[in-house]
Structure formats: C-alpha cells, structure tokens
C-alpha cells in the first residue's frame, strides 16, 4: 500500500464515521443551513406548477454511473426522486430527460417507485424517463423540444453537464420558465453563472438532498463535508508553513 | 413484495459497492479479481441499458408522431435517421466509408454549429449579466473574462502591453486556478459523502426508498 492510497482509505473511513455518527445524533435535532435563493425559488416554482397544472422538467445531465462523473448523476437522481414526491399532488408527474442509458433507466424507476407510493401502485407511464441524446449536443437538443412543447413551468438542470448546458438554460429563459442549474464540470459552471438565472455553484450541486428534506443523512453530509474542508485548509495551511521554513 | 425487492436491491448494491471499494485499497487477489469482474459487469450491464435507452428514445418519438403531437416531423425525422444509420451500420460496420460520412457530413457539423450558437448566447448572457445580477461578483467576472480575452486575442493596433504576458497569466494561472482548485476540492467532498451515502443506502437511486 503506497502513501497516497493509506490516504485516501484513511479519509473515506474518517468520512464514513463522521457521516454514521452525525446523522445519529442528528435525528433528533435540526441543523441550520444557510440560506440559498435557487432553492427558496425552486420550492416556490414547484408549488406554482403543482397549483397551474404544469410540469416539471428535471435534466440529470450526460454523465454516467461508471465514469467519474458518476457522483453527480446520484445526486441528481436524488434530487429527481425529491422532486417526484414533491410534486405527486399535481395534475402532470415531472419528466426527466438524460443523455446515458444507465441514468435513463434509473430515472424511470425512481419516477415509477414515487408515481406508486403516492398512488398506491398506480399505472406509471414508462415515457416519464428518456434518454434524449448520446451525445451532449444531441442530449441537449432532444431536452430543448421537452420544455418548448410539454407545459413545463420550472426546469432543473442537475448533474454533469458541459458547456451545452448553456444552450439548455437559454431555452429555459425564451419560454419564461424557472430554472435552476447545477453541475460538476468547471466549465460549464462559469457557463451557468453567466447564464442563468439561478445557478448553483461548486459543491452546492451535492447539497441539493439536504435544501430538499431529503433525510437527515443529506444534513449531516453537509456538516461532513464542512468538518473535511476545515481538515483540508489546515493541511494545506501546514504543508506551506513547513515548505516555507524547508521542513518539507 | 415491494419493500422485499427493495431490500434485495439494496442489499445488492451495498455489497457490491464495498467489494469494489475494498478491492480498490486493500490489494488481497481475491479482492482485485472481484473488482475487475464486477467492473467487467457494470460495463456490460451500460451497453445493455443504453440499447434500452434507445428503444425509450423510439417509443417517445414514435408516440409523438401516432398522435401528431407539435414538432412530431422532427421526431420522424429522427426516427427515420435512427433506423437507416442503425441498419447501415448493423450490415456495414462501423468502419465503413459510408457510416464514418454519416458522422463526419451530419452529425460533426450539427454539433459544431450548436456550440456557435452558445458562443451568441454567452456573449448576449454577459451583457445581460450586469442587468440581472448586478453585484461585485457579476463586475469581476465581467472584468477578468473581458481581461483574459484581451489578453489572448490579437488586436487590431497590436498587443496591450504587459496584458498578454503578465496581467493575463496572473488572472488565469493564479487566481483563476486556484479559485478552481477551490471549486474542485468542494465537489470532491461532495461527491465522497454522495458515494458514502449510497454506500451505506442512505441513498437508493434505484426506485426503492
């Protein structure tokens, strides 16, 4: 075992430890987090389609579960399974479009499980989940016709997205729709910030889960996550001061 | 009936997920051997669910066209483009001179003129910027963008000086890769405490609770 692997198994054990015992101790008690607009707006757009009889369309993005990008396409399918229970009060369920098989086939499942807890085992409509595109041109212009042509009142665009997401959002602002946007990949990021009207950036994507109530599992991976960012800046704090008196 | 399957898939993807993890860090053969045939699976297991993807693609096309749903010529057109490439590349190969004219006439310059599209929609976003969002982030981002692309082009009256081989660098080599840095640890965290979450079947993606 080389030191960069005692590393990283030492941080995924300090993580998984800290993540079991904060969401134990945290049943009980409520974490504060702070306050983000895209998801205060999203909670209210989500209302209105739900009132007006609209649809919502949530995009997971291009990446699939095998590549690297696989963390973001979980997090939007948790996202998307929040969503669907959310919104099973409406009139029309949310669809979903994707642009890998793997996550397209997950998001019909995810649908149907919320369709038929929320209608007891109902007819779920097999359509609910697409695969839009294998390319992330071609997923992007097989999204553009769902919010054009589907009532779609409030787009999410969450997961792996690149720069395409641009043309996503820009089809989002013609029709007048909310939309919130989130990805992994830097690039699109920068994309996103200038371009829509509520992006989300960085790590922000991961802590959709927790802004949505999704279980106090996502709440504490946020205190997680902030006690390994503390951990972070010290070692990187350190390993400067010790380059700078030359102890490394 | 329900809640068993969902314990079984469960049940599943946690094991699965902490023999791969396992034979990631601890090199035992047993363990490395494991990984590598269940890796081997999932590869299998995406090709197979992208022919899926594609037999969803069609259903949702064709049931535009059945009910003549607005823009349900596009979703012919599509369908019927799905179908000659597929047969031509079934009976052909995929290294067939006719196939490879199929991505490189059609599909290269689709997608080469969707991304000149963005480039109109950025430009008109960034305008837009300081009119929706007008605070201190907006001006900087304003700022470098306009910074580094005046320090990357050429000029028409020649280079600004010290722009291209100082001023430039700086902004895109020191703050911009450390802000990046930054952003990238944040979604590392992330996406450990999201795989951890799943680990452990906090999260289920797939359709159980």
Known sequence: MNLTTIAGLFLVLVSAGLLVGITYLKR???????????????????????????????????????????????????????????????????????????????????????????????????????????????????????????????????????????????????????????????????ILYANAQDPLIGEELFAAGAYLNAGPAHTASLVVQDILRWLLIIIILGGSLLKMVGLL | MKNFRGIVSAVIAISTGILVLVGYFIEIPIFINLRGILLGWAVILAAAALFVGIINMLMVHSAKVRMKQQGSIYSLVLIISLVITLALGLVLGTEHQIVNLIFTSIQLPVEATLLGLLAISLAYASIRLLRRRMNLLSIIFIVTALIVLLGTVPLPFGEIPSLGDTIRPFFSQVLAAGGARGILIGVALGALVTGLRVLFGADRPYGSK
């Open chain 1, 28 to 190: 009980r008690s409520t974490i504060h987090v702070r306050q983000i607009k895209a998801f205060s707006r999203l909670r209210n757009a989500i209302g209105r389609a739900v009132e007006d009889g609209t649809r919502l369309h949530i995009s997971l993005g291009h990446g699939g579960l095998t590549a690297p990008q696989g963390a973001a396409s979980l997090a939007s399918l948790v996202t998307l399974r929040r969503l669907a229970d959310m919104t099973s009060a409406g009139d029309k369920p949310p669809v979903a479009s994707s642009g890998d098989g793997v996550v397209a086939i997950l998001s019909q499942d995810t649908l149907q499980a919320s369709y038929q807890d929320a209608t007891a085992g109902g007819h779920y409509d097999a359509t609910g989940g697409r695969l839009t595109g294998l390319t992330p041109f071609s997923y992007a212009a097989g999204a553009i016709p769902i919010m054009h042509d589907e009532q779609v009142s409030a787009n999410v665009l969450i997961g792996n997205f690149g720069v395409e997401a641009g043309l996503l959002v820009d089809a989002g602002e013609r029709e007048d729709s909310f939309t919130l946007t989130a990805s992994d990949n830097l690039p699109a990021q920068a």
